[in-house]
């Protein structure tokens, strides 16, 4: 969040200031329809005189509308957010949501949950989400880590994930061409990831976000990992989608470039079936030993040789044998 270095007024001067309203009835005010994503206000405590609060309305992909407080302290150099460490200056909260709500964006905001995800791990995507910046990744908004809750917010992407729109009616009206057009999108992010040495680790549809223009991005960096000396170690009980997830991932617990080269493989399955889940009708348990016989997915009704071919190189059993992501590009243009 950028430092804003413009004095604002007197918070009672301000439109966005609530001088005599409870606590239910601010949240009752932000949660109104026609308030956007973004929207706020201050109020001041019926029972406390000099305590104030920041009410802003945040989007949650899994609970949605909801209201988030924050805690203002008042000092002889102004006004401040009270996160558990550090003070931030309300001037700086109040530009960026006053700047997200008059230019009405709609954002996607993925809360960390303290009982699945530590801190260290949120703080590791959010760094991750910083340094990877490119047009088929989902694009980095904004984020709030010196308080609780910590968020990520991304640009919103309107036709939710791949996976739900390949089931849904519209998706299963596209033709072939539309699907490469979509692989070949989401193999342009996979190259830049691949150039600065990072892995996914779970590529898949249901991780491919649409926008309005279907546009294929690439999102959920929860389980990427910069890779050093070409591999990434899996820690202890580390989650992997195991039927999206390379043979050498279980059997030497690394991932690598080329493991996201089969994760790819496995997403031109999702792709030309719809959506449906790999390995129809095998446990997770059954797909790992299917894998360890050497045997491999069948090729769909309505796939073609040549697009059935590109899976096949995805799923060499030597990872070394697989096609780079810049290779798979050249492929995927020539079909």
């Not at 996160?83 to 993925?110: D, G, M, T, W």
Request: charged fraction near 25%; include cysteine; charge should be neutral.
């Amino acid at each position: 969040m950028s430092d804003y270095s413009a004095d604002i007024p007197r918070l009672e001067e301000e439109k966005w200031f609530f001088e005599a309203i409870s606590g239910k009835e601010a949240q009752r005010t932000i949660l109104q329809p026609e308030n956007k994503v973004g929207s706020f206000l201050i109020r001041e405590s019926r029972t406390r005189k000099g305590c104030y609060a920041l009410l802003v309305r945040h989007w949650d992909p899994k609970l949605g509308v909801r209201v988030v407080h924050y805690k203002i302290l008042s000092s002889p150099s102004g006004y401040y957010i009270n996160p558990r460490v550090k003070f931030i200056a309300l001037q700086e909260l109040v530009k960026y949501y006053h700047n997200l709500n008059n230019s009405c964006i709609k954002v996607s905001v993925k809360v960390r949950n303290p009982e699945c995800t530590s801190v260290d791990s949120f703080l590791r995507e959010v760094s991750i989400r910083k340094t990877l910046q490119h047009d088929r990744l989902v694009q980095l908004l904004g984020v709030v880590t010196r308080s609780e809750p910590m968020l990520i917010i991304t640009e919103f992407m309107s036709k939710g994930n791949l996976n739900s729109y390949l089931r849904s009616d519209l998706g299963r009206q596209l033709e072939l061409v539309q699907m490469i057009g979509f692989a070949m999108q989401i193999v342009d992010g996979m190259l830049y990831m691949e150039e600065n040495g990072y892995v996914h680790c779970d590529l898949r549809s249901a991780n491919i976000l649409l926008t309005q223009t279907l546009e294929c991005k690439i999102g959920d960096f929860s389980l990427t990992q910069k890779l050093e000396g070409h591999r990434y170690v899996l820690l202890k009980d580390e989650k992997v989608a195991v039927k999206w997830t390379a043979p050498e991932v279980f059997r030497d617990e690394s991932h690598t470039t080329k493991s996201d080269v089969w994760s790819f493989g496995i997403l031109l399955m999702e792709l030309v079936t719809y959506g449906q889940t790999p390995y129809p009708g095998l446990t997770f348990a059954q797909t790992v030993d299917f894998l360890e016989c050497g045997l491999r997915m069948q090729r769909p009704v309505g796939c073609t040789e040549e697009v059935y071919r590109v899976m096949s190189m995805c799923w060499e059993e030597h990872p070394w044998r697989r096609p780079s992501f810049e290779q798979l590009r050249n492929v995927l243009e020539n079909l």
